[in-house]
């Protein structure tokens, strides 16, 4: 299932990976089951095999049905859709539990959710809510707190709930990290995902939002000089170990390309780059790598490319570049 615009749902603006269905504001939890694709529920059934006394195919038709007891086959109510193969162990999280685990937080709390949908064909999926927190970086530079929950159900992903951002310039997402590193809250499917007590963890990491965004000011603050800027994309972008052949002009990059096109977002050609917190800043260089993985960095679909921003390798890369740029004002 590659064409995800049918499994996705956000109110308000369009987000930056284009896909969806826009639903009004405010609308209960049934309305976002529906709208997202999530109303379908994970069913699981014991893995069977025909055991054949001959090799030949046409005996293993005839064979005797068998069960392998310590794995099972998770699929789709709706469609019947096989989605893994995983442990009896394993702890499944339903996508309605994704979207109620919200609940509370928008009827209570005053948060709102702003998009959820599924991934790979089930096998992962999430809710993005908007905190109410809000804050101008160095002028006019908005950036907006979020709360993401996301999970699957094959086991590349553990069951996540996140404080993330959004500058709004540009759509750009990044986690809310600090030098501790991200202040995320993960449950293993060996363990029941228990909604209450991760809102009570994050109790302490969404109450990191001051401190982060600090940081974001001191960034905007510090003002780049050319060989730094090289370098920080050298690090964030490039095989480190060829980085100093190729400053003595020896060699060459391993993703060129990714280089060039970084340092062109923060030479002035990136959304908001122009903005006083980025222009020549290390907030710029930051922001540039995280439009460069958010919008530029090649992808086989726009929903492979969300996918890798927030659970693969994008998301790693960001991570890296704020951990850089951390080290300039350190």
Known sequence: MSHLIETMAYTGQTPWHQLGHALPQKQPLEVWAQAAGMQWQILETPVRYLAAEGQDAASSL??????????????????????????????????????????????????????????????????????????????????????????????????????????????????????????AVKVPHSTSFDAQAVKRQLGIAVGQWDSFIYQMRTLAERKVKSHESMNFFL?????????????????????ERALQKAQMLYDGHGRGASKSAAQGTAWGLLCSITEYVDHERRARSQDNRLDSAWFGLGAAIKQRALEHALQLVA
């Open 62 to 183: 005839y064979g005797e049905p068998m069960e392998y007891p310590e794995q099972k086959v998770l699929y789709r109510s709706d469609t019947k859709a096989p989605l893994s193969v995983v442990s009896n162990r394993y702890q499944v999280v339903q996508p309605r539990d994704v979207l109620e685990f919200y609940r509370d937080l928008t009827e209570v709390a005053g948060y709102e959710l702003e998009t959820a949908g599924v991934l790979k064909a089930g096998r992962k999926f999430w809710a993005l809510a908007r905190t109410g927190k809000s804050v101008a970086i160095k002028g006019d530079d908005q950036v907006n707190g979020y709360l993401l929950l996301a999970t699957s159900c094959d086991g590349t992903l553990a069951t996540v709930a996140m404080p993330t951002t959004v500058r709004v310039v540009c759509n750009n997402t990044l986690a809310i990290a600090l030098q501790g590193g991200v202040n």
């Open 235 to 255: 690090k964030v972008l490039c095989d480190t170990d060829k980085s100093a052949s190729l400053v003595k002009g020896k060699g060459g990059l391993t993703n």
